[in-house]
């Protein structure tokens, strides 16, 4: 049966209590919140217990010590008393707060005098990235990793390095740290003893510490140099990316220096031979050779001859019959080629290739196969202004001119006979080899028909020729085939019969042949010189 205490009793109670809790933890109830040392007095796979000199032993999960923490009993340890007393009447310990605390006091130390302190980046948060200080949690702002942007932070992370403290509150728990501030620090001390005994053609060892463009940035311990893309190698590098990598170790030899501007040019390629020297003996005009495509252009492809040396073979050099096709449609990066050398110029470091040399020149082989005189049959690919162009053999083409199509008609006028796709017979009348030009003609499949008329007809000679066409200016007429033409002034020896109009198509007409024209294949005649000629006689016989 409960009984109730009277009010005399509580003070008592109170005063009782109070002696007990004095008795049990005494003076140490202050501990509470601080850092003090333990000894590890039994040890589970799980947790250490503790005995930190009070009433009551406390446990602490291994863990908390580091998976790979060596410990055994006995071991003094600095442990963070959280409370007196949990539900098991065991004291509240921890390592890691007491790590903590730990940190935090040499943090503050570091700071007060101005010393770096280790840590390892090991996250990524907001704007930056997460420290482990020793137990304490820093912010590195994405800004103070490094003194240039870094791109890749991966290779930073999980690796102790110095940095700055550059501002903390304990009361917040706030910590902001700094790479940036050490390298720079560190960069300024480096770069002074080492501009000191720079000279050009110093070979030195470095870092590739940034890839551009047109570059790389190389660290050469404390001061920066540029690695420009024309001085990685003598072979022709599009971008320094194909030859280095961010963080690469090379060896470098400054080819410039300024001391003033403090500005370091650097080279790779000057630690090895140079490969164009003696290239005009290693590669004599008319050599060929195989090489291998590393670049297409749309001007031509660039053929590597060896390690460094390169070549041009210019879109105009590719093929014989392929002239508007680009490069790339003949050949393909990386492909094993033959090319003849064609030019050597070692000042410039050009060399100009052909692939077509090597090939069998198809205009060559056409004269060998078809000399002049021979007749060929072939397509008529196209029609111009110019006359028709056909297919040949080795994908070439012949032309026939205008003029020559026919004999007894105008270009104009036979070119209208043709049309594309048609197959014709041709004679051949010329090979140009070097201008790769082959002259066709149709109308000399047959004979000259001015030249078998013309031996007929002589100049001076009476003849009856057939009007054609009546002008202003005279009279035209056939004469057996042959273009002839009586001038109004011709038409008669009586000036009022010089009239064309009295003349008709189809109407004959005799008349004297006055000259013979065989370029124009033009016969000129004259009524009133066979007039003439016919009253002299006259008068001379009857006179």
């Given at each position: 049966m409960a009984t109730k205490n009277t009010a005399a009793e509580i003070p008592a109670m109170k005063e009782n209590f109070a002696e007990l809790f004095n008795e049990m933890f005494g003076e140490d109830k202050g501990l509470e919140g601080s850092v003090v040392k333990g000894t590890i007095v039994a040890l589970s796979d799980d947790y250490a217990t503790i005995d930190v000199g009070l009433k009551s032993e406390g446990r602490i999960a291994r863990r908390e010590f580091g998976f790979n923490a060596e410990m055994k009993v006995g071991d003094k340890v600095d442990v963070y008393i959280d409370r007196y007393e949990d539900k098991d009447g065991m004291v509240v310990l921890s390592r890691e707060k007491a790590r903590r605390e730990e940190a935090w006091n040499e943090l503050e130390k570091a700071q007060a005098n101005g010393e770096r302190v280790t840590g390892v980046i090991f996250g990524r948060v907001k704007g930056g990235f997460t420290v482990d200080l020793s137990g304490a949690i820093a912010f590195l702002p994405g800004s103070q990793v490094d003194i240039r942007p870094v791109r890749d932070v991966g290779p930073l992370m999980g690796t102790p390095q110095p940095f700055q403290i550059l501002k903390m509150d304990r009361a917040r728990g706030n910590i902001v740290v700094s790479r940036r501030a050490v390298l720079e620090e560190t960069r300024v001390e480096q770069r002074s003893e080492l501009i000191k005994n720079l000279s050009e053609g110093q070979i030195l060892d470095g870092v590739v510490k940034n890839i551009t463009d047109y570059g790389a940035f190389i660290d050469l311990g404390g001061v920066d140099g540029l690695l420009h893309v024309t001085d990685i190698a003598w072979k022709r590098i599009n971008h320094p990316s194909e030859a280095l990598t961010i963080g690469q170790p090379v060896k470098v030899q400054i080819?410039?220096?300024?001391?003033?501007?403090?500005?370091?040019?650097?080279?790779?390629?000057?630690?090895?031979?140079?490969?164009?020297?003696?290239?005009?003996?290693?590669?004599?005009?008319?050599?060929?050779?195989?090489?291998?495509?590393?670049?297409?252009?749309?001007?031509?492809?660039?053929?590597?001859?060896?390690?460094?040396?390169?070549?041009?073979?210019?879109?105009?050099?590719?093929?014989?019959?392929?002239?508007?096709?680009?490069?790339?449609?003949?050949?393909?990066?990386?492909?094993?080629?033959?090319?003849?050398?064609?030019?050597?110029?070692?000042?410039?470091?050009?060399?100009?290739?052909?692939?077509?040399?090597?090939?069998?020149?198809?205009?060559?082989?056409?004269?060998?196969?078809?000399?002049?005189?021979?007749?060929?049959?072939?397509?008529?690919?196209?029609?111009?202004?110019?006359?028709?162009?056909?297919?040949?053999?080795?994908?070439?083409?012949?032309?026939?001119?205008?003029?020559?199509?026919?004999?007894d008609k105008s270009g104009e006028e036979a070119v209208k006979d043709y049309k594309k796709g048609d197959v014709i017979k041709a004679k051949v009348l010329d090979v140009d080899v070097e201008k790769e030009r082959i002259s066709l003609g149709v109308k000399q499949l047959s004979a000259d028909p001015f030249e078998g008329v013309a031996q007929d007809v002589k100049k001076g000679a009476v003849v009856t020729a057939v009007v054609t066409a009546v002008t202003e200016t005279g009279v035209e007429v056939d004469l057996n085939g042959l273009k002839g033409f009586i001038r109004k002034a011709d038409l008669s020896r009586d000036r009022s019969e010089q009239r064309p109009e009295r003349f008709a198509v189809g109407d004959k007409v005799d008349a004297k042949v006055t000259s013979i024209d065989a370029k124009t294949r033009k016969v000129s005649l004259s009524i009133k010189a066979r007039e003439i000629d016919e009253e002299k006689e006259a008068l001379s016989e009857f006179g």
């Open positions: 080819i410039r220096f300024n001391p003033e501007t403090q500005r370091i040019s650097l080279g790779m390629k000057q630690l090895e031979a140079d490969p164009w020297a003696n290239v005009e003996q290693k590669y004599p005009v008319g050599t060929k050779l195989m090489g291998r495509v590393t670049n297409i252009t749309d001007y031509g492809a660039f053929i590597e001859l060896e390690q460094g040396v390169e070549g041009l073979v210019h879109v105009s050099e590719m093929s014989w019959t392929k002239k508007n096709t680009h490069p790339g449609k003949i050949i393909s990066t990386s492909q094993e080629v033959e090319v003849q050398v064609l030019e050597v110029d070692p000042q410039k470091r050009r060399i100009s290739l052909g692939l077509k040399q090597c090939m069998p020149n198809p205009w060559a082989a056409f004269a060998e196969k078809h000399p002049v005189g021979s007749v060929i049959e072939g397509e008529i690919r196209n029609i111009t202004e110019f006359g028709l162009f056909v297919g040949l053999d080795g994908d070439i083409d012949g032309m026939v001119h205008l003029s020559d199509l026919s004999w």
